[in-house]
Each structure stands twice: as structure tokens, then as C-alpha cells.
């Protein structure tokens, strides 16, 4: 297999995607679940999923489509389209698997998972995340995580516009 082919099998089918998480909940691997738009991949989003990554041994990564992107954050976004987004992610030695979801949350993606840990930046509370029921219900947790002081994509965007 080549190193592409193998990139792209990071990027699952749905009915690929269930057989993996069969076979990862048989394992009792630990799945972790992190999302975003990851529009311009930066040193914080590096250090933010090397660290989610650290708390199981499956990372799981949920990525906006480019409808989700322009609905959330305006008609000008996302700069890299989905493919290009999930790709870049899925390069990443410590991601498992990147997949794609077209709604405004993860809700539905989440309740599919069903991940033993969902993570999102420390500017959540715990209670507030999207799948919080889902994940501590069937005795999950929900961590939080600091960002890297400095880098955001919205500093990158300022910087872009000269500001």
C-alpha cells in the first residue's frame, strides 16, 4: 500500500467506520473523540491533538464539511475545502481516523462513537460540550484541554489581513 492509499484509509467510509469501531470496542481500546473545522492546521491544533491523542489509543476526529464550515463560520470559510482539511489531519502519526460530518454538531457522529473520552479547548465547560449525556452516560469522561498560548486561527486570519 502506498503512503497516499494509506492516508486515505484514515478517511472511512461509513460502513468502514463501523467495522472499525467494532473491532476497536472488542479490543477495549480507548477511544478518544475530538472535533472542529481545522480550516488552517497550526502549531495549537498540533499540540491540542497530540495531547487528546495521549488519553487513549484511539483518536478519533470529527471534521466539519465545507457546508458545516460556511454555515458556522461565514460565506468566506472554510479556506481549505473538506478533503484537503481531512487529509492534512489524517497525516498526523497519531490520528486513527478523520470523519467527515455535514451538521452544525457532532451530536449524531458522537452517538455513533460512542467515545470513552470527547475533548474540546479549556475555554468549554465540561457540562457544555456537545455529547456531554452521550459520553458520560455510559460512563465516559469529558476533558478539557488548555490551547497553546498564541495560536488560533483567528490570529493567523488577522495576520493575513494585516492586522
Sequence with gaps: MTRPEAL???????????RLLKYWHFKDQKIVFTNGCFDIIHRGHIDYLAK???LGQVLVIGVNTDA?????????????????????????SFVSVVVMFDEDTPYELIKRIQPDILVKGADYKPEDIVGYDVVTAKGGKVVTLEYLPGYSTSLIEKKIQGG
Design 8 to 18: 486515505l484509509k484514515k478517511i472511512p467510509s461509513p460502513e468502514e467506520l463501523e
Design 52 to 54: 487528546a491523542a495521549d
Design 68 to 92: 458545516s464550515v460556511s454555515r458556522l463560520k461565514g460565506p468566506s470559510r472554510p479556506i481549505n475545502d473538506e478533503y484537503a482539511r481531512a487529509m492534512v489531519l489524517a497525516a498526523m
